[in-house]
């Protein structure tokens, strides 16, 4: 299974940046999609998720300006991403959980954000 993402890049404080998640097989055949942010010297730490039924969640963080989705039919996931502050600015990941727990999840290769003030 393949992961890229596409979208990041560089963008004032206000601005907005749209994140996709192009996978390699249909996006139903995972319990959960999402997408995961790294800082410089920090923790990778979880941004938001989708499942397979659509339920979202989202850390407290980014509640309000940030909308993930999916379009099955591109086997994609999107974050829109708006209001971004600079404490935004990280290497986004794309992850994917398998159906099957015992199955490791997937990673794409990250997409790099920067927004400046």
């Known amino acids: 299974v393949q992961l890229v993402e596409s979208g990041g890049g560089l963008v004032q404080a206000g601005g907005s940046l749209r994140l996709a998640c192009a996978a390699s097989e249909s996006t139903l055949s995972f319990r959960t999609m999402g997408w995961y942010r790294q800082a410089p010297g920090k923790e990778r730490e979880l941004v938001a998720t989708?499942?397979?039924?659509?339920?979202?969640y989202y850390v407290d963080s980014v509640k309000g300006r940030f909308t993930i989705s999916r379009d099955n039919a591109k086997n994609t996931v999107y974050l829109q991403m708006n209001s971004l502050k600079p404490e935004d600015t990280a290497v986004y990941f794309c992850?994917?959980?398998?159906?099957?727990?015992?199955?490791?999840?997937?990673w794409g290769q990250g997409t790099q954000v920067t927004v400046s003030s």
């Open positions: 989708i499942s397979s039924g659509s339920i979202t």
């Open positions: 992850h994917a959980r398998p159906l099957d727990y015992a199955f490791p999840p997937y």
